[in-house]
Each structure stands twice: as structure tokens, then as C-alpha cells.
């Protein structure tokens, strides 16, 4: 990468003496002469090329803006494609270049189409002059380029592209320039991420604004120095951060993680539904409400589709799910905390019991995760190259304890927990330990949760009315299903909503749905984000949601 | 459907002189004097009831709250999987009662089940004491029961139910009652829309909290009186609307949309992506948009993901869609406007040409327009029985117009219209038609839109400024889908927002992400609910939309 725009600075050790700082000294003289020669050097080289005959005109050079002005009906050949059984053919590829270096003669570039890698040769001769091998050298990196090349088997293996074969070139035209400074550069944004990085220092909350290093140094375990980009310089250059291969394979995985949820559910007689987001009153009843005015009423976001979903039942819709936005006015900077995220949501009529929905909803991750693990092998690996994770146990049956049973766990540990009250993150954390040891798995189910700890529409249990019938799924110690049986029954559900203090009236046309005939059901939800962020490790929720929310970042 | 609780008051003429009014007043003393008799007669029966012996206690009443007490596994039957082949078989179904009827030792039940419906009888016998039927006569309509009952084929051929079996009552118990009263009849709810009822009518904006009438009568084609659910009406109860067959039918068919959507992209190589709908700035710089405090930041809701998704692909995913709600301050009250909509949005790159996306994109809807069609054929006779609609024609190939052609089309018609400029719903609808008498097809493009009639992303034409490299598809003369190819060139993009008379600053990020490199693309959106609106001429938008809001609804 001889054309980083950011160097490491040299480290220079505190309390050095005269005689190091003159050495330096005469180093960067000695520099700053051999760099004079190499550029005189270079300039009567391109005296020469200019004079030389180009035997390449036509074939490289900057295309006009592309605005439908033809249809070749010409064969793009993509970047992943090219593999031997293409050697010996002139194709067409339409690429980034993720690097380029040209020396004397000769050029190598690799191009970069999503996260895939291919090495390009040019060297000077029949189909590359030394003015076509000039303007190579001169695209900046990211630029998209269109080659035309031969496929070709490389003497040796190359080691740095994810494409075995290279490309001899046979022209090259620009489609669009990139800036030749970028914010950062691919390579050092795609660097494994170790504990060092942004991910597990949470954001400090009373300083939400401070303006963090761009660029950091540290020497890593092989004492090579390595560039590392911050969190805040990814988010606020997302774009370019997203262009990496991790983030590649994590958002083409995540799009898959829709899909196997939705195949299993569809499979399974479940409809998908569209509730609204703009909601009158205050959404469920609680605080944490991002507030509008919507023409002159007073509005709000919802928190969760749960009230409407819950009606769609009452409407005989009876098994439903809603993949969806929702909104929280938590002022939370944490690891895991969105503003805006993608619940999935269920919701279903139950014959009898709860357990109904809860061994249904573990079918449906088991599903899910397997199905991640077959799709997605090219995607898995690349990812653990940036973010290295322990593949996720999950022995089958699902393991279920009850809240009573995790309590016990934890009390046994010499752990502080209130029977009646909810897990706090450190307890959840130290309890999927403890499971984990325990049971030897990253996958469990918690169920009949006290009932301070859940909402107003939750059933409680008809054998303890301080439990619930409700139920979490953890994955590596964090929740990333939240369910339960509800109450259908309006009385019950109105005594609830005043015991815990919520107004009444604002919830009337949910309560009035239970009120003509309700069939009993429940439901759950599941964070979109939350999945591929403990699947794969990813250390922060930020690294899972493309344009992420928190208290303080609203663009881009 | 004796016990209607909205009857349609007697008709009473005006300047009706005063015998007749007298023959009233004795007419009503006659049905007294009758009612006074029968009720009599009842108390008598009765009276009888609680001294003759019950053999089928044990066999009705109500159940407790189900509370997951037990799992018995026992197999619950849909009603709409009971046929022929479950003859003579004892079967549990769990649905609600649809409407009864008690006649001395006969009770008729029919149960409704989505949108199945059955018939059940009990005969006072071994299998019904004259207790159970007095119970059975006691349940409001819209209850949820558990009935085991013994499948039997009819007598004769039932006729208003759509299963052609009936049951005879072993059980039945109550799991939840209805109230008595029903803020309306699901079958009056279910009737045949005419032009009388809303959806052709728009909504006055003047008046938009106006009052309106609950309930109307009219005179229907065979001089019957007939009860029709206002608009206002359904929405305010929309849990109970949403119960009547065509929409059962309705949004099980927008959820395949969805599906079938999603099944051609996939298949197609896109990637789902979700982008956020809280925007910092002012969305895509246009007014509508509503505004709320984000912390204490300005921000707004997304009008459409168009930045966003055009960022992604400059993050190098080089095809993608989304599915998610959109947020439009637009005060319009009328049958085709919402302020929250489901769009589905697709952008890719494309190598040379906006046809590449166009052709594409008309595939995809002739694959979503036969699916519909095979899968839900169902559906679609249900729907047609209260939305009748005239079947959708699509020739293929789709057919394509220039705008210019349209225009000329619209002018020889003696039709006024700026062929710079957009148009309007009327000459839209005008150009429906006349495209429908000239090609016969329900179904055709427009492209090559004029510059002002399209937003600044929006590619110009490379042969003429005056127009852009846009289309819009029509469905029965009205829009569903809008696309273009979009400006990739930063300082192009710069110039036309300027052009545009939008402030730059607020997009310097979406502006950015073209200056490193940039991929020629495009992209359309769909607007979920205009698609099954248009598809079965559902009259107005709200039919299309769970949950609807406009200017004056956010309830519920």
C-alpha cells in the first residue's frame, strides 16, 4: 500500500538524546535526495513514453457518464465467476480497483467486486504500451474501472486474492473516478478486530459528543505496526466502511436471516402484516417515545407493533409476522442499544398452552441458524477473518429452565438476584456462562419471568400469579427473543394496565378488541440486528445495522 | 339474522295522514300483545327445561380462562380442512359462531373460521338436552367455542356456508364471549360494494372530522333494504372489518405479494437491506415531511429510502430492495393517498443501459401479477364477491410508451396537456383508457418523464436535457411503480439539486458516497397497497391497508 494517504508516524521514545534527533536528521536529508533522483528519473521516463509510438490507443482511457446512450448487450463477467474454467477467455469485468502498483514495465492491479478479489497484469508489450501502463498508474484506488482481459493460470498461487486465476489486460476504461484521498483505506478498515478496537469500551454516555482519535496506532502481536480506524471515522464514512468484506458478508447474511424467518413462518401458515409506525397516544404506555405532531394531532413512533399485532389476531388473522422498524427514545450509548431497529415480530392464536408458541419459535431459530450455517459458508469464514467467533453450540432439544431455575444458578455462584425482578445485562451475561458451563450451550431458553419484570399484557401464570408465562431466548448470554402468552381476556387486561400505573384510555381500541370474542394467543420478537451481532460476535450492534441510531448519531 | 341490533327503520313516508298512523299504533299494540304472549310461552318452556333430567352435562358451558393449565394434544380441525373425506369422523374445531338460530328442539349454528364457514345443527336427543340448546341459544355471535362434533353429510346441499359438510354437536364450550352488541354486522360489512358507498366518493377535506352517518339504507337493484357499513365506520372498528371475508382474503393475498416480490429479486440476485427511517436534515430536501426532536437533534421521518438505498449500492451491495413503511405529511383526503405506506424499493447497478432495470422490473411484475393469479385463486373469488373487478390484462410483452407518445396520444383525443410537464390523476386515468381501447392491456410503461416532473437524482436523457432517462408502470390507469436511472456523477448530482432549489449541505454524505468511485444505476419503488388496490379495483386505498392513516386518522 505505497499510496496510503495516512502514514503511521515514526515512534520517536520519550527522553532520547541530541545525537538520535541529528541521525534522524541526516536520514531525511538522505531521504529527500534519493526521492529528487527518483522523480528526475521519473520525469525522463515520461519524456520517453511520450515520444514512443502508442500501439494501444482505443483501449484505455476515461468512458463518457454512462446515460443509456447504448446496450452493447455485451457479457459482464463477475469477479467471483472468474475461476479456471474460464482460463484462455477474454471477459469483461466491471470492477473497483482495490489496489494498483505499476513498476517500470510492468502493472498489477486487483480488482474488488463485493468481497471478492482478483489480481491483474499488464505488462509493457503488445497489449500494453507504456502510455496505456501511465494512465493505469494513474486511476486512484476504488475507482471503477471496465477490463477487458484473458484469463489466465498464474505461475504461482496467488496468495492475496480470493480468485486463484489472474487477468492479462486488454483494455481498460474508467467508468468513474474516486477522489484519490479516501477517508481510510479498505485494507486497514478490514483488519481483524481485536479487543483493542471500539466494541467493548462502550461509549461513555456523559460525553457523548467528544471528538475521538481518527487514527490510532498499536503494535500488535507480531510487533508490526497497524492502522486501525475507529468506530465513530466508519459510521461517519459508512459507505466506505461497508465496502469492506466483512461488512460485505455480514449484511448479504443478515438479508438471508430475513429470508430463512420468513420461510419457516410462511412454511408454517404465518402471514406477513404492516402496522402502523405512526401511532396516536403514547404506543404501549410507556416512556421512551419519540414524539410528533402529525397534522394537529399528537403522535408518536411505536416502540413495537405489539398492540397491532395482537388485533390482527382479534381479526382472525391467526398466526402473523411483522419484519419492521421500531423506534426507542432511550438515551443509552451501549454496545447494544439502537434508537432504530428491525424487530421481527409474531405473533399466533394458541389452542391450550404457551408452550405451543415457545417450542414453534425454537424450531424456527434452530431453523434459522442452521440454515445461516449451510447458506452462508463463503460469508461465515470471511467474517471470522475480521471478527474471530467460536462457533455457536446449540444441542438439540433446546435447553429450557425456568426464571426459578436461573435464579438458583446464580444464588449457587454466589450471585445477588431478586426472584422477583428482572435479569440485569451482568446477570444475563454471568448466567449464559453459567449455562454455558453447565449444559455446553450458546443457546437457551428462560421462561416464566416474575412479573414486574413484563408488560401489562402478559399472562400471568395461573398457578402464581408473581410469574408470568413468558419466556427469553439467549444467545451467547444476551437476549435476543422476548415473548410470552397474552392476556385475551379484557378485564384481566385492564386490572394490569392500572396496576401498573398506565392510563387507560389511550389503549381503548386495543382493550375493545379482546371484547368480541378473543381467541387466546402470544407471540414474540426477535432484533434482526441482534441475531447476526451474537451469531458472529460482532462485538458492537453498530456492526450489524448498515446506517445505525443512537442518542447522538442521526446521520448519514 | 334475527338478532340483527341495528334494524333498519320502518320507512315512513312523509304528509302520511293521520289513519294510517292510527293502523301504526295498532299494528304496534298487535306485536305487543304477541311478543307479551310468546314471551310467556318461553318462560313456560323454560320453566320445563330446569325440571326435565340433563344427560349432556359436562357437554357445554363456559371454559375457564386458558392460562396454559394443560396440553392435552388433542387435534383441533380448521374449518376450512373439514370435507367429505372427514365423514362420520368426531372432530374438534375451535372457531366463532357466525350467526345462530334456536327453533324449539333445532339449533343451527354456523361457525366461522377465517374466511370458512360451516354449519352445525343439534337436535334435542341424546347428543343435546334441551338445557344445551338453551345454552347454545345464550352465546353472542362473534364468541370463540371449542365444538367436537360429528361430520355428516347434508341433507340437502348447504348453500351459505363454504364447507359443503355439516357438523352435529357432541360439545360445546365457550373459550370467549362476545359482547351482544356488534358496532355492526359482519354480514352487512360483507356486502357487495356498489358506487353508492364510499371509496368513489372522496372525502370532503374541508370537513374531514364531519360526522357521518353510521349506518344507511338504501334500495338495492331488487328493491330489498339493505345495510351498508360506512367507511368511517369499518376504520373506527376496523378489528371487526377486518373480519368480513374479502379482507380476510385481501391481505392474504398482499402478504404473497410481498412474497412473491421478494421470491423474484432473491432469485434475481438482490439482497434485502433496511435503512433508516429517522432521518437527520430535511429526507430528500422536499416539504411533507414530518418533523419531530430527535434528543436534540432536528430530524425527520423517511419519505422513501431513495438516499439510503442509492448509498448502499455505492457500498458496492449492486442490488437491493427493502421493504418498509414511508412517511408522508401530504394532506390529501382522498381515495388514493395515505401518509404511511409500505414502499417496496429496489435499486441495482446497471452496465450501459436504464432498460436493463426496466426490463427487469416489467418481469417482475408480470411474475408477481400470475402468481397472484395461481396461488390465490380462492382469495380472488372471495374478494370479487364484495370488490367486483374485471379481470387484469397484461399482453405481453409489456407494452412501452415514450412520454411524448402519451402525450401525443392525450392531444389527438383533444386532451390538454404540457408534454414538459407532469400528469395530472385525471389525464393519468384518460391515458388508461385510451391505452386500453388502443393496445388492450391493463398494464403498460411510460418512460422518458420530462425533467421537471422528476426529482434532481433522476438521470437526464443524453440526447435531449428536456427529458430523463425515468418511467413510470400504470395498473388500470393509475400509477404503481416509479423509476429512473439515477446521476452517479457527484458534480451532475450538485448541479441538479441546485437546479432544483434545494439546499446542498443537508446531502453532503449521500453526495459523497459518489465521490469514490461510483456505479451507474437504478432503481423503482412499488407502493405495496397501490398494488392490491389497483389489482382488484378495491375503489379506495384504506381497502388495502390494515390500519390506514391520512390527514385525519390515527386511530386505531
Not at 275 to 303: H, R, W
Not at 371 to 390: D, L
Request: charged share 30%; proline share 5%; glycine share 6%.
Amino acid at each position: 500500500m505505497s499510496d496510503q494517504p495516512v502514514q503511521p508516524p515514526e515512534q520517536v521514545a520519550e527522553g532520547e538524546q541530541k545525537s538520535k534527533k541529528q541521525l534522524q536528521r541526516e536520514k531525511k536529508e538522505a531521504e529527500k535526495a534519493q526521492k529528487k533522483k527518483e522523480h528526475q528519473q521519473e520525469q525522463k521516463q515520461q519524456e520517453q513514453i511520450v515520444q514512443e509510438e502508442d500501439n494501444c490507443v482505443g483501449r484505455y482511457g476515461d468512458l463518457n457518464l454512462i446515460q443509456s446512450q447504448e446496450r452493447t448487450n455485451r457479457k459482464w463477467t463477475k469477479v467471483g465467476d472468474v475461476d479456471q474454467t474460464l482460463v484462455n477467455q477474454v471477459i469483461l469485468v466491471r470492477a473497483r480497483i482495490h489496489n494498483s502498483r505499476v513498476k517500470g514495465k510492468l502493472a498489477f492491479l486487483v480488482l474488488r467486486e463485493n468481497y471478492n478479489t482478483i489480481q491483474v497484469v499488464a505488462e509493457k508489450g503488445e497489449f500494453a504500451s507504456a502510455q496505456m501502463l501511465k494512465f493505469m498508474s494513474g486511476i486512484p484506488v476504488e475507482s471503477v474501472v471496465d477490463i477487458e482481459a484473458l484469463v489466465k493460470q498464474p505461475f504461482k498461487e496467488i496468495l492475496s486474492c480470493t480468485q486463484k486465476v489472474e487477468l492479462e489486460v486488454r483494455s481498460i476504461r474508467v467508468v468513474s473516478r474516486s477522489l484519490p484521498m479516501l477517508p481510510f483505506q479498505i485494507e486497514d478498515a478490514s483488519r481483524r478486530i481485536t479487543d483493542f478496537e471500539d466494541g467493548i469500551q462502550e461509549q461513555k454516555q456523559e460525553e457523548p459528543q467528544q471528538k475521538q482519535e481518527e487514527v490510532q496506532q498499536k503494535q500488535d502481536k507480531n510487533e508490526k505496526q497497524q492502522i486501525q480506524v475507529m468506530l465513530k471515522t466508519r459510521l461517519d464514512n459508512r459507505v466506505i466502511d461497508l465496502r469492506t468484506p466483512a461488512k460485505q458478508a455480514i449484511f448479504r447474511v443478515q438479508s438471508g436471516i430475513g429470508l430463512l424467518f420468513r420461510e419457516f413462518l410462511v412454511e408454517n401458515g404465518f402471514i406477513e402484516i404492516h402496522t402502523p409506525k405512526l401511532i396516536g397516544g403514547t404506543s404501549e404506555g410507556g416512556t421512551n417515545v419519540f414524539k410528533l405532531k402529525y397534522f394537529n394531532q399528537d403522535a408518536c413512533l411505536a416502540q413495537s407493533p405489539q398492540l397491532y399485532k395482537q388485533m390482527c389476531l382479534m381479526a382472525d388473522y391467526d398466526r402473523v409476522f411483522e419484519v419492521a422498524p421500531v423506534f426507542r427514545a432511550e438515551n443509552s450509548n451501549t454496545h447494544r442499544h439502537q434508537c432504530e431497529f428491525i424487530s421481527m415480530d409474531i405473533e399466533m392464536v394458541i389452542k391450550e398452552h404457551f408452550t405451543e408458541l415457545l417450542d414453534l419459535m425454537g424450531d424456527l431459530c434452530i431453523y434459522m441458524f442452521k440454515g445461516i450455517e449451510k447458506r452462508y459458508q463463503k460469508e461465515i469464514e470471511i467474517i471470522s477473518q475480521q471478527f474471530p467467533f467460536e462457533p455457536f453450540k446449540i444441542p438439540e432439544p433446546v435447553l429450557k429452565l425456568t426464571f426459578e431455575e436461573g435464579v438458583k444458578m446464580l444464588h449457587e455462584a454466589g450471585v445477588n438476584q431478586d426472584p422477583h425482578d428482572d435479569l440485569d445485562t451482568v446477570n444475563e451475561k454471568t448466567l449464559g456462562k453459567l449455562v454455558r458451563e453447565k449444559y455446553g450451550t450458546d443457546f437457551y431458553i428462560l421462561h416464566r419471568y416474575p412479573k414486574k419484570a413484563r408488560p401489562f399484557y402478559t399472562m400471568p401464570c395461573h398457578d402464581d400469579p408473581n410469574y408470568t408465562l413468558s419466556y427469553d431466548f439467549f444467545m451467547r448470554g444476551e437476549e435476543i427473543v422476548s415473548g410470552a402468552q397474552r392476556v385475551h381476556d379484557p378485564e384481566l387486561l385492564v386490572k394490569q394496565i392500572k396496576e401498573k400505573g398506565i392510563a387507560v384510555e389511550p389503549l381503548k381500541d386495543y382493550i375493545d378488541s379482546f371484547r368480541y370474542g378473543a381467541y387466546p394467543h402470544g407471540g414474540c420478537a426477535f432484533g434482526l440486528e441482534r441475531v447476526a451481532f451474537l451469531y458472529f460476535n460482532l462485538k458492537n450492534i453498530r456492526n450489524a445495522c448498515m446506517f445505525p441510531r443512537d442518542p447522538v448519531r442521526l446521520f448519514p
